[in-house]
């Protein structure tokens, strides 16, 4: 099956500080790809979409100066969260729909666990 | 407006027994429908899917589930579930994957 992967899968940053967390599928290209937010045991909240070569469409309530989304290629979406927070700190996922597939076909990211001191 | 309900926030069963998770969903048209698990320390993983056509899913890992367009209920089903089963279930609808709430299965040896 395609797959998914998130890089770093782990981060801990200082409070103001920026990171940025890279989402890249590694067998098929990807013109959609969406991030999804985790707090601990809650469920998925789909942040926002983003397609390959145009800017992200957000969620209500997702501060788009705060998560930069880039989707710079077929292939790879980071993810930028800035001037990181204590509350910032959460589990970031994403996911990729396969460009030749079937609408149905995504695929998710094992995820990136991000502490914000 | 999509959304989801996962009436049951936490569900614990005997090694064996027979499972059901329930899943409600609000949708515009014919929906979308998933069911995923996550296990502690990994990914989301696909257990079944209905776009259209046979109302009775089969899924991964002795899964089922049945669309009811009447009740809008997407609801999951195993008839024995094994210690491996524990883990956090999520029913979801829709293009952009809308979750619910989520429901953690215990299951007693």
């Known amino acids: 099956g395609a797959v998914v992967s998130q890089h770093p899968s782990r981060v801990i940053c200082k409070s103001g500080t920026s990171v940025k967390i890279e989402c890249r599928s590694l067998?098929?290209?990807?013109?959609?790809m969406f991030w999804y937010r985790q707090f601990p045991k809650q469920s998925l909240m789909l942040m926002a979409t983003s397609n390959e070569g145009s800017k992200a469409t957000y969620e209500q309530g997702v501060e788009k100066d705060k998560f930069l989304i880039n989707h710079a290629s077929l292939t790879l979406s980071t993810l930028t969260v800035t001037s990181a927070h204590p509350e910032d700190s959460s589990f970031y996922i994403c996911s990729a729909i396969a460009r030749d597939r079937s609408r149905d076909e995504q695929f998710f990211g094992p995820g990136t666990r991000l502490t914000v001191l | 407006a999509q959304s989801v309900t996962q009436p049951d926030i936490h569900i614990t069963v005997s090694e064996g027994a027979s499972l059901e998770l329930r899943c409600n969903y609000s949708?515009?048209?014919?929906?979308?429908l998933f069911w995923y698990v996550q296990s502690p320390g990994q990914g989301l993983q696909l257990l079944l899917k209905?776009?259209?056509?046979?109302?009775l899913v089969q899924g991964i890992k002795g899964f089922e589930a049945e669309f009811k367009r009447s009740q809008s209920s997407f609801n999951l089903r195993k008839p024995s579930v094994h210690w491996s089963d524990a883990a956090e279930y999520f029913c979801?609808?829709?293009?952009?994957?809308?979750f619910g709430p989520g429901t953690s299965l215990s299951v007693i040896p």
């Open positions: 949708y515009g048209a014919t929906p979308y």
């Open positions: 067998d098929f290209q990807a013109t959609t």
């Open positions: 209905y776009f259209s056509g046979d109302t």
């Open positions: 979801a609808v829709g293009d952009k994957v809308i």
